[in-house]
């Protein structure tokens, strides 16, 4: 992760290394979040312009303003918000302001599930009220068959793309009899961690399971399979899931976690 990020950065390279070309999306702004690095990676394989910006609280209202009318003077085709928060609804909000409402489109990468958070319904809600307002053309949640009145719902479902990657990047495993797993998610209800450590655990070939996740602990002996291992990049995990045999990352929320896909 860059540590030393500026407060919205523009095409950084981990935004953009691993991009598509194309489809008839270059004119397109992906706007998202420094710090959310599911999303972040979702939006880094998408052809089009890349703005990651700050954390919440970072901006004044005039920062902000100055921040929709750059955006205006470079004239994308679309743009689409992923995700959303205080500062991006701030944003969209700025954006709207300027008479750019119609080429606005939000993309929920959740599902209702996570409302039992506060802060994850706050957001979400917050998105619906733009649409509602009109301050935004369209927006989608990433759940089959989502709907809600009055608010300008995309339907069809959208998936993401995946990381455009080098025929010398990939490579091919086969299951020997001694397999290693990987599970790249982090401790927490949405991500599963432990029943995937489990399922992994109880299979007699499983030899290994390399886990990021420091406070995994499973029952008695089982934890002898487990390795824990420090992240340290993106990249360091495309090397890992080559190395394995198998990626567990079965998530409980209809979310659609890149790690499936890169895998």
């Known amino acids: 992760p860059d540590l030393n990020e500026p407060t919205f950065h523009w095409n950084a390279l981990r935004d953009t290394r691993y991009a598509h070309r194309g489809h008839g999306l270059d004119d397109v702004l992906h706007v998202f979040q420094q710090q959310w690095f599911g999303i972040r990676a979702a939006a880094g394989s998408l052809p089009g312009y890349k703005l990651a910006v700050w954390p919440e609280g970072a901006l004044d209202h005039a920062s902000k303003l100055a921040l929709a009318r750059k955006i205006q003077q470079l004239k994308p085709q679309r743009i689409v918000v992923h995700g959303m928060s205080d500062a991006m609804g701030d944003l969209v909000e700025a954006l709207a302001s300027i008479g750019m409402s119609e080429c606005i489109f939000v993309v929920i990468h959740g599902a209702p599930a996570q409302w039992c958070s506060p802060q994850e319904a ?3 809600f ?3 009220e733009l649409g509602r307002s009109r301050k ?3 927006l989608h949640v990433m759940k089959p068959g989502f709907e809600l009145p009055d608010v300008p719902i995309y339907k069809p479902l959208l998936f993401n793309m995946s990381p455009l990657l080098k025929k010398d990047d990939l490579s091919k495993n086969s299951f020997s009899g001694n397999e290693t797993i990987l599970i790249p998610g982090w401790s927490g209800w949405r991500k599963n961690v432990q ?3 489990l399922a992994a655990a ?3 070939s499983v030899k290994t399971i390399l886990v990021f996740d ?5 029952p ?5 399979k487990i390795r824990k291992i420090d992240y340290t990049s ?11 045999d198998a990626v567990m990352n079965v998530s409980i929320v209809d979310c659609h976690p890149m790690v499936h896909i890169e895998a």
Not at 214 to 218: E, F, P, R, Y
Not at 234 to 244: D, N, P, S, W
Request: glycine share 2%; proline share 0%; net charge positive.
């Open 122 to 124: 706050r957001y979400a």
């Open 126 to 128: 917050r998105a619906f």
């Open 136 to 138: 935004i053309r369209r």
């Open 195 to 197: 029943t995937n450590a």
């Open 202 to 204: 109880l299979c007699d």
């Open 214 to 218: 420091h406070t995994l602990s499973l």
């Open 220 to 224: 008695g002996s089982l934890n002898k």
């Open 234 to 244: 993106r990249e360091q995990t495309f090397e890992m899931i080559k190395l394995v």
